[in-house]
Nanobody
């Protein structure tokens, strides 16, 4: 099993910054992908950014140039630096970890979520 614990959410004014952290523990494979997703009330959960254990990153168009994802493999921790925040970034942010269980199966683990609120 894998446990993910997020921290760093909160209330910030538009144009401000926040840094989210997510620490993974348990049965973690050396090769995996960690990422952040977000969900607003009444909407589907959407990708924010992902990063592989090798350091390759992927971002949603809506956050490119404003958010930066990084990770510390030694600490099994992923970070999301969020700058130039907008009210539309207000969501619950979820950490995720994907591990390949077999040649055909990938398992995704989720954190409990952390609220980010951006006031205008």
């Amino acid at each position: 099993q894998v446990q993910l614990v997020e921290s760093g959410g909160g209330l910030v004014q538009a144009g401000g910054s926040l840094r989210l952290s997510c620490a993974a523990s348990g049965s973690i494979f050396s090769i995996n992908t960690m990422g952040w997703y977000r969900q607003a009330p009444g909407k589907q959960r959407e990708l924010v950014a992902t990063i592989t254990s090798g350091g390759s990153t992927n971002y949603a168009d809506s956050v490119k140039g404003r958010f930066t994802i990084s990770r510390d493999n030694a600490k099994s921790t992923v970070y999301l630096q969020m700058n130039s925040l907008k009210p539309e970034d207000t969501c619950v942010y979820y950490c995720a970890l994907d591990q390949r269980m077999s040649t055909v199966t990938t398992r995704r683990y989720w954190g409990q979520g952390t609220q980010v609120t951006v006031s205008s």
